[in-house]
Antibody
Framework: QVQLRESGPGLVKPSQTLSLTCTVS??????????WNWIRQPAGKGLEWVGRVFSNGITNYSPSLKSRLSISLDTSNNQFSLRLNSVTAADTAVYFC???????????????WGQGILVTVSS | DIVMTQSPDSLAVSLGGRATINCKSSQNIFYRSNSKNYLAWYQQKPGQPPQLLIYWASTRESGVPDRYSGSGSGTDFTLTISSLQAEDVAVYYC?????????FGQGTRLEIK
């Protein structure tokens, strides 16, 4: 059974860097054609796709976050990570990691999600 | 970006009744080369992550009860829950994966009347 688990600080100061890790069990992040995604959800609001990393390390980012965002793989620990620079209160949200099995050649749906981690940006 | 608009924002349906949730995309998400609509539906219960219900607009994910069905094509899509059960209370989201960035609808809250 595939499981994803987010970890990282729950509180980040404005202008600093938000760093989260998603640990994958039951699957390999190096599996061909699989995409590993970050999605966020402000409290009481809808879902926003943040970005993703392919099993070979290639990334795609939301244009609205691209200038501040980095997503990477750590194959030795079967993890992938998110770094978001220069955060503001608008970045406060529950951050989910999720798997996309790459059924299409471009984008597809998310079949497995982590439980999510609340990150608050506040001084 | 493709804008996904759901309607209604919330609805209340009696137990055993039928719930219908609509999702409209700001541009066509039907890909002619494979005749598929690039749309998924999710269910999110309080304090939980979203759970995949349907992809390709009408294909149920494994393990999803057959009272859930998806329909539509092009820009207009529907999620139907027949014979509503208490455990169906949740927020439902549509998602397009036709083009980047992936976008979601704003969500529809389903309650029991």
């Amino acid at each position: 059974q595939v499981q994803l688990r987010e970890s990282g600080p729950g509180l980040v100061k404005p202008s600093q860097t938000l760093s989260l890790t998603c640990t994958v069990s039951g699957d390999s992040i190096s599996r061909v054609s699989t995409y590993w995604n970050w999605i966020r959800q402000p409290a009481g609001k809808g879902l926003e796709w943040v970005g993703r990393v392919f099993s070979n390390g290639i990334t795609n980012y939301s244009p609205s976050l691209k200038s501040r965002l980095s997503i990477s793989l750590d194959t030795s620990n079967n993890q992938f990570s998110l770094r978001l620079n220069s955060v503001t209160a608008a970045d406060t949200a529950v951050y989910f990691c999720a798997r996309d099995l790459g059924v299409t050649e471009t984008l597809s749906w998310f079949d497995t999600w982590g439980q999510g981690i609340l990150v608050t940006v506040s001084s | 970006d493709i804008v996904m608009t759901q309607s209604p924002d919330s609805l209340a349906v009696s137990l055993g009744g039928r719930a219908t949730i609509n999702c409209k995309s700001s541009q066509n998400i039907f890909y002619r080369s494979n005749s598929k609509n690039y749309l998924a539906w999710y269910q999110q219960k309080p304090g939980q992550p979203p759970q995949l219900l349907i992809y390709w607009a009408s294909t149920r994910e494994s393990g999803v009860p057959d009272r859930y069905s998806g329909s539509g094509s092009g820009t207009d899509f529907t999620l139907t829950i027949s014979s509503l059960q208490a455990e169906d209370v949740a927020v439902y989201y549509c998602q397009q994966y036709y083009t980047s960035p992936i976008t979601f609808g704003q969500g529809t809250r389903l309650e029991i009347k």
